[in-house]
């Protein structure tokens, strides 16, 4: 069966300084991966998508970056972090060529920044 | 452009029905889900309507028209577990899928 993971689950950063969150998948192969945002009392906000190894697509301009090393690694970064930074990423994956692309989401990561 | 409507709060009675709607402007429709997201949690799939028409899955049913850009998720038989947020998204094709910004249901005993 398939797994996400995530990590870590928590984290609180000063404003200025560097991010890394990192998202394996197990169980598939070459799948879709992506990276949202969920800010306090809105909607899940697609940050950036992979169909495969080092192909990335942003979808909202900003001071993040993401990178896709492996088949199943994704790994969101920033060089220095904002306060409106702050939110629940959530990593998820979907079959490519999937039938419908069903996402299946990691446990998510809450970041603040303060 | 990508729009998404969903009520922001509702409140229902446990063992009743519960209807929450959602519409939806978008510029490709390759279908559309409903995710449950139970507070500080991720989202779970709940369902993906593609043609017109009610879907049943157990208690839960999503209905579908694309004419009028409009969908709606229906919980019977609440139960208390049932609180949580219900996440509308747009399959719009090419990998990506638009979230709503999800409707919150308290359901009291």
């Known amino acids: 069966s398939q797994t996400i993971h995530q990590w870590p689950a928590t984290l609180v950063q000063p404003v200025g300084s560097p991010l890394s969150l990192e998202c394996t998948v197990e169980?598939?192969?070459?799948?879709?991966l992506y990276w949202y945002r969920q800010a306090a009392g809105r909607g899940l906000q697609l940050l950036f998508y992979?169909?495969?190894?080092?192909?990335i697509s942003s979808e909202v301009p900003q001071n993040l970056s993401a990178s896709r090393p492996q088949d199943r690694q994704f790994i969101l970064s920033s060089k220095k972090l904002l306060l409106s930074d702050s939110g629940f990423y959530l990593c998820a994956w979907s079959v490519t060529g999937g039938r419908h692309y069903e996402q299946y989401f990691g446990p998510g990561t809450r970041l603040t920044v303060t | 452009g990508q729009n998404i409507d969903q009520p922001t709060e509702m409140t229902a009675t446990e063992g009743a029905i519960v209807q929450i709607n959602c519409t939806y402007q978008t510029s490709g429709f390759n279908g559309l889900f409903w995710y449950q997201q139970h507070a500080g949690e991720a989202p779970t799939f709940l369902s993906y309507?593609?043609?017109?028409g009610l879907e049943e899955k157990g208690r839960f049913s999503s209905f579908l028209s694309r004419s009028k850009g409009y969908s709606y998720l229906l919980l019977k038989e609440l139960q208390m577990k049932d609180s949580a947020s219900y996440l509308c998204a747009v399959n719009g094709g090419y990998q990506k899928v638009t979230f709503g910004t999800g409707t919150k249901l308290q359901v009291i005993p």
């Open positions: 169980g598939t192969s070459n799948p879709n």
């Open positions: 992979s169909v495969g190894i080092g192909q």
């Open positions: 309507n593609v043609l017109d």
